[in-house]
């Protein structure tokens, strides 16, 4: 499942439009990305929350600019 997520992520990565010095840039120089996985809200809502509550403050912003 992580291998098939890394695919996509790598896809869109690459799609994405990038200045000319960049072009060959991995996305690991700009970006860490990690796969959480979740308890299902429908079925279990109070734990869903629980678990979702911390995300927003672990999301980190890369300071620079291209």
């Known amino acids: 499942m992580v291998g098939l ?3 996509f992520v790598m896809k869109i990565w690459d799609g ?3 200045p000319h010095a960049h072009k060959s840039t991995p996305l690991s120089e700009f970006f860490t ?3 959480v996985v979740l308890s299902s809200y429908e079925e279990k809502e ?3 929350k629980e678990e979702t509550t911390p995300l927003p403050s672990e999301v980190k912003w890369h300071s620079g600019s291209f």
């Open 33 to 35: 990305v990690e796969v």
């Open 46 to 48: 109070v734990k869903f």
């Open 16 to 18: 994405v439009p990038k």
């Open 5 to 7: 997520l890394r695919k």
